[in-house]
């Protein structure tokens, strides 16, 4: 299994523009979760879907971020207009059916000048 | 809300010296709980999982305990070899099911050799 895999790795892009992060969880699993890693306040969830229907987006900072799992392999982080401030490292992770442990990708580092 | 806290939030030790890292919570009432590593500009490694029955898990020169009733846990690192320099995420589950995921801001360990 190739694990949960993250598209792009990088990210650099100007204030104001539009971001998109992409995930393709594990196959099987049923459960996404988006989450956000920064120095200040460590990983947080940022939305949680389960059987492609969003479940808890609590975590979603602002309404310029906005998250979309329209098949059970893709799931997609926009944000419109990007800040500074939301430079960094934004996680995916996936869980089976009836499991616990969530398995993480590599991440994408965004940066926002 | 659930808290996590590891400390201290960065150790540095001599090759060959044993070491503990220290992870607590403030909910006691937690279903399992994981500790990952975390390699600089990569993303989140598995180590062990311990489940609410378990008092701990052991894989290789690693062991990791679990107290719920004085909400601590500890990773015990054997032996440390450079190779072990990373930072140590120590993260909770929420109730039997749930996707709650809380994470501690790690301890960033660097072994000298």
């Known amino acids: 299994d190739a694990g949960v895999i993250q598209s792009p790795r990088h990210e650099v892009t100007e204030m104001g523009q539009e971001v998109t992060l992409r995930c393709k969880p594990i196959s099987g699993h049923n459960s996404l979760f988006w989450y956000r890693q920064t120095m200040m306040r460590g990983l947080e969830l940022l939305i949680y879907?389960?059987?492609?229907?969003?479940?808890?987006d609590s975590g979603m900072p602002e309404d310029r971020f906005s998250a979309k799992m329209p098949n059970a392999s893709f799931s997609t982080l926009k944000i419109q207009p990007s800040e500074p401030r939301d430079s960094a490292v934004y996680f995916c992770?996936?869980?089976?059916?009836?499991?616990?442990?969530?398995?993480f990708g590599p991440g994408t580092r965004l940066t926002v000048t | 809300k659930q808290e996590v806290t590891q400390i201290p939030a960065a150790l540095s030790v001599p090759e060959g010296e044993n070491l503990v890292l220290n992870c607590s919570f403030t909910d006691s009432a937690i279903y399992n709980l994981q500790w990952f590593r975390q390699d600089p500009g990569k993303g989140l490694t598995s180590l062990l999982l311990?489940?609410?029955?378990?008092r701990e898990q052991t894989s290789g020169r690693l062991n990791a305990s679990l107290d719920k009733s004085s909400g601590r846990s500890t990773l015990y690192i054997a032996a440390s070899q450079p190779g072990d320099s990373a930072t140590y995420l120590c993260?909770?589950?929420?109730?039997?099911?749930?996707?709650?995921?809380?994470f501690g801001k790690g301890t960033k360990l660097s072994v000298i050799p």
């Open positions: 993260a909770v589950y929420g109730g039997a099911g749930s996707y709650q995921l809380t």
């Open positions: 311990i489940q609410s029955s378990q």
């Open positions: 992770a996936s869980r089976g059916q009836g499991a616990v442990e969530q398995y």
């Open positions: 879907f389960n059987n492609n229907v969003p479940i808890d």
